[in-house]
């Protein structure tokens, strides 16, 4: 997941050793320095192409691989490491390089290394903690230990920066749910299949494609979410930028870095900054870009470094129609951080207008704050910095991951009010900041990072991984050679009557994606009352969807609809949509046998009776896959099975012994089949038996909250 392919498959030489060694001796809190001998040069260094008359600068070190562009003699470059590649003559050793804002590989025989300008010691006043007051500090922060490990490893790079733990006090499993809502994460359509996200809202199965909620961006899955959402992921020396803190520093002079940031750029650091006014006349302003971006950090408190980066990462280092002042019927209006654009066919207009009109819903006091209409840079980048800083980085939203993933604003609600669409933005950021500091010199300065801990996490959260076609949906389900009339893709579960005389079943099923395999199907030979099929569709990708069977053997009305059975209501007890039964909550005394049946109420010629789950008719508390059954002389006609919420072993009682059950599946990742003792463990009927439903059944035993038995209003089975 670490956007850096230029070192991939490669083996890095050693550092080299630095012009000037640093030999640190710890005297009452200060470091003392003495400058050795000139030895090889630390990188990132300067270059100068020695080609004659030029070179190519090729996208990785053998010269079969892409030209990316032509190097004449005499071109300064920056050197950032020194790797093995294809041999040119006798020498195998090549240079990564930086050329503008273009990476790329040139042989060591065309570039020679200048002297590089030694990096200034810390000022002495600063107090530079050593490895074990550090390692105290983030014990002191509460980091968990997988945290501390790599934060260690940046304190013995860069011994000027801080940490600080940012506590969520949300589990991660439910932070990555709550991000995991249409059209609030987001990738482009051009993305691997396992980085986009299956939901029903997401993917159009009969189609196979994804649903675009803006052109050329589609819903990210589940699981590319929590790789992006787990810091540890992104605790190194580039991707901790994400969590650096954006906001203003009096104390610091940005402009030297904001020339580096915009060099290259169609922000010119070193000119007046010219426009096109709303008349189509051509203007000038008496300013530079990092003129207008360091007031703009004065007045918004954000730090200019940001406001340059995120200028760049939405308009791109060209620019685009957003800041050209010349978009169709927009003329000499501007949107340097495409703020409102998105939505629609066409999102740079729907900037524009925001630009134009202002943000609608607020008060044209607080648009005017904002110094609505943009009708030049000065404005635009100035206007939209406030808006940044005071609805991101001023209010609980400092940094990167938090304007991508809003866990602790104070201000708004969770998981809403996110500045970024795109999932993996705060990670692309990240990586032009480092750049930024590197270009200028400036990585080892003191820095703040912001860095959310979670109430509890898994033991890593992988990349997701995969490829291949997704679609795991059903297209068609028949029983017997009949297709089930209310079939839908998108139902997944079907109650099925069948008389006593009918001894098997016939299960065909068809996937929407000829490629996907259906395990389930083929004949089964049915046992009186409920039999349980459960149908899994799995992806050439592995993703895996289930369908659930609920068939019913013993209805005695061959030709009679059964809609015509009396149906069975209690204000107690509910059926949920397969007809399992629940309501019978041990704890009130609500499952005893008795009570049940005389519960519900027949016409004449019908009976109640409550079965155990050996089918013999029951006296006293009852416990899960325990029935009530609707008969009629002597005859099953129909079947609801009992379901205990946290009962899973079906003793009618909640104990360990339900703990130890759901314990055992989730450790041993046992499939959720759909009988009653699945439905019993799925305490929370989320669709999942799983953590959070031990947890319940811990707090009950426990004396803690009792588990209410009541059906949930819908359950969840699919997202």
């Not at 530079?288 to 980066?309: I, R, T, W």
């Not at 007809?579 to 016409?603: F, T």
């Not at 339900?658 to 990742?669: A, E, G, H, T, W």
Request: hydrophobic residues 40%; contains cysteine; charged residues 20%.
């Amino acid at each position: 997941m670490k956007n850096h392919p230029r070192n991939s498959g490669l083996r890095l030489l050693g550092r080299c050793l630095p012009l000037f060694l640093l030999a640190v001796l710890i005297v009452e809190s200060f470091f003392l320095f003495r400058e050795l001998p000139k030895a090889e040069p630390v990188f990132p260094c300067p270059g100068v192409i020695t080609a004659d008359p030029s070179c190519n600068m090729r996208r990785d070190p053998n010269t079969s691989r892409e030209v990316l562009r032509e190097l004449r003699r005499d071109v300064k470059v920056t050197v950032l490491s020194q790797v093995e590649g294809e041999a040119v003559g006798e020498n195998n050793i090549w240079y990564e390089i930086q050329y503008g804002n273009i990476y790329g590989y040139v042989s060591q025989i065309f570039v020679r290394l200048e002297a590089e300008t030694p990096t200034l010691p810390l000022p002495p006043a600063m107090n530079i903690p050593g490895e074990a007051e550090f390692r105290a500090s983030l014990e002191a922060e509460g980091f968990p230990a997988d945290y501390q490990a790599k934060l260690m490893a940046l304190h013995s790079q860069h011994p000027a920066w801080s940490f600080k733990a940012l506590h969520t006090n949300y589990a991660f499993e439910n932070a990555v749910r709550g991000e995991y809502r249409p059209g609030v994460n987001m990738v482009t359509s051009t993305a691997p299949p396992e980085y986009k996200s299956m939901a029903e809202t997401d993917f159009n199965y009969a189609s196979n494609s994804w649903v675009e909620y803006e052109p050329g961006w589609v819903g990210a899955s589940e699981a590319l979410i929590a790789y992006q959402m787990d810091p540890r992921n992104f605790l190194d020396e580039t991707q901790i930028f994400q969590f650096e803190n954006q906001q203003y520093n009096a104390a610091m002079d940005y402009r030297h870095g904001l020339a580096a940031i915009l060099a290259e750029s169609f922000m010119n650091p070193t000119v007046p900054v010219s426009y096109v006014d709303t008349s189509a006349s051509q203007q000038t302003l008496g300013l530079s870009y990092v003129d207008l971006l360091v007031q703009a950090g004065e007045s918004s408190g954000v730090s200019p470094y940001h406001l340059a980066s995120r200028i760049l990462q939405e308009v791109s280092p060209k620019g685009s129609d957003s800041v050209s002042g010349t978009y169709q019927d927009m003329i000499g209006y501007y949107n340097f951080y495409n703020i409102g654009a998105y939505g629609g066919s066409d999102p740079v207009y729907a900037g524009l207008m925001t630009a134009r009109d202002g943000i609608s819903g607020y008060s044209a006091a607080k648009n005017e704050s904002f110094l609505f209409p943009w009708t030049d840079p000065a404005r635009a980048i100035s206007g939209g910095a406030v808006f940044i800083g005071q609805d991101y980085i001023n209010v609980d939203q400092q940094t990167l991951y938090l304007q991508k993933f809003n866990l602790l604003s104070r201000f708004t609600r969770p998981f809403t009010h996110q500045y970024m669409g795109n999932v993996l933005a705060p990670e692309y950021e990240a990586i032009d900041v480092y750049k930024a500091y590197v270009r200028m010199g400036a990585l080892d300065e003191a820095k703040e990072f912001l860095i959310p801990v979670f109430a509890s996490m898994p033991a890593q959260t992988p990349s997701p991984t995969g490829g291949g076609n997704p679609n795991n949906w059903l297209r068609d389900l028949w029983i017997n050679g009949k297709p089930i009339q209310d079939f839908t893709p998108e139902k997944f579960e079907y109650r099925v009557d069948i008389s006593s005389a009918t001894r098997g079943i016939y299960v065909q099923a068809l996937p929407w994606n000829q490629e996907s395999s259906v395990y389930g199907t083929g004949v089964y030979i049915l046992k009186p009352g409920v039999n349980e099929i459960l149908l899994q569709v799995t992806a050439p990708a592995g993703a895996v969807r289930q369908y659930r069977l609920c068939v019913v053997q013993g209805s005695e009305t061959a030709g009679v609809d059964p809609k015509a059975l009396p149906q069975l209501k209690s204000s107690q007890y509910k059926l949920n949509a397969l007809g399992y039964l629940y309501g019978a909550d041990p704890a009130q005394g609500l499952n005893q046998a008795e009570l049940i049946r005389n519960s519900y109420p027949v016409p004449e010629g019908y009976q109640i009776d409550v079965v155990d789950a050996s089918g013999v008719s029951a006296s006293g508390p009852v416990g899960t896959g325990a029935a009530v059954r609707l008969m009629a002389n002597g005859r099953v006609l129909n079947e609801f099975p009992i379901v205990i919420l946290g009962d899973g072993n079906g003793d009618g009682n909640i104990d360990v012994l339900d703990i130890n059950m759901l314990f055992s599946r989730i450790s041993q990742l046992k499939s959720q089949g759909g009988t009653a003792a699945d439905l019993a463990l799925d305490v929370n009927q989320d669709g999942s038996a799983d953590v959070m439903d031990l947890n319940l059944i811990f707090q009950q035993i426990n004396g803690g909250a009792k588990i209410s038995q009541t059906l949930a209003a819908k359950t969840v089975t699919q997202r």
